[in-house]
T-cell receptor, first 111, second 113 residues
Framework: GQQLNQSPQSMFIQEGEDVSMNCTSS?????WLWYKQDPGEGPVLLIA?????ELTSNGRLTAQFGITRKDSFLNISASIPSDVGIYFC???????????FGEGTQLTVNP | DTAVSQTPKYLVTQMGNDKSIKCEQN?????MYWYKQDSKKFLKIMFS???????INETVPNRFSPKSPDKAHLNLHINSLELGDSAVYFC????????????FGDGTRLSIL
């Protein structure tokens, strides 16, 4: 299948630090999504991106759809303890179609 | 006000048994999905139904049989459970239009003894 690489696999940071994670794909797609999964729960959508170059913010979160349409990054500024969780990127032809998920970035925030 | 609800939340059973997981969404969506999340947290799509019609069927053993009685429900029946079936199974739903993201349930944790 087509590869989707997410990095880093895990991050350990101090409260207040900024965080960046990214995903790269071997193919071009029209949709990038970022989800967060808390322990014992399902993934929750954070940001959806639909256009190459699109930069979207959701509070302290900012994500961009790479201009090559093969990558995306997610930044979290001024991290807080409740940011702990697993962050997944996902890409697809449309957001409602078959999604391929990255392997996730496990974020730990030390108070 | 649960949007996508799955039952049961936990399922512990013996190898060889047959079990079902149910999913219901009250979002008015027309497309529903089943995903499997393994022990390394990797999420992989298994099936998708649009208006009760199967549209995605990934390489999944035929012991897994999805059933959609109506567009608000998508159940997953698993025959002859094997140890490797232990995982968290997530149901999701979306509206089949562009820019309509998928919403996930809280998962069913299946453990095979």
């Amino acid at each position: 299948g087509q590869q989707l690489n997410q990095s880093p696999q895990s991050m350990f940071i101090q409260e207040g630090e900024d965080v960046s994670m990214n995903c790269t794909s071997s193919s071009i797609f029209n949709t990038w999504l970022w989800y967060k999964q808390d322990p014992g729960e399902g993934p929750v959508l954070l940001i959806a991106l639909y256009k190459a170059g699109e930069l979207t913010s959701n509070g302290r979160l900012t994500a961009q759809f790479g201009i090559t349409r093969k990558d995306s990054f997610l930044n979290i500024s001024a991290s807080i303890p409740s940011d702990v969780g697993i962050y997944f990127c996902a890409r697809g032809e449309t957001s409602g179609s078959r999604l391929t998920f990255g392997e996730g970035t496990q974020l730990t925030v030390n108070p | 006000d649960t949007a996508v609800s799955q039952t049961p939340k936990y399922l512990v059973t013996q190898m060889g048994n047959d079990k079902s997981i149910k999913c219901e969404q009250n979002l008015g969506h027309d497309t529903m999905y089943w995903y499997k999340q393994d022990s390394k947290k990797f999420l992989k799509i298994m099936f998708s139904y649009n208006n009760k019609e199967l549209i995605i069927n990934e390489t999944v053993p035929n012991r897994f049989s999805p059933k959609s009685p109506d567009k608000a429900h998508l159940n997953l029946h698993i025959n002859s459970l094997e140890l490797g079936d232990s995982a968290v199974y997530f149901c999701a739903s979306s509206q089949n239009r562009n820019r309509q993201p998928q919403h996930f349930g809280d998962g069913t944790r299946l453990s095979i003894l």
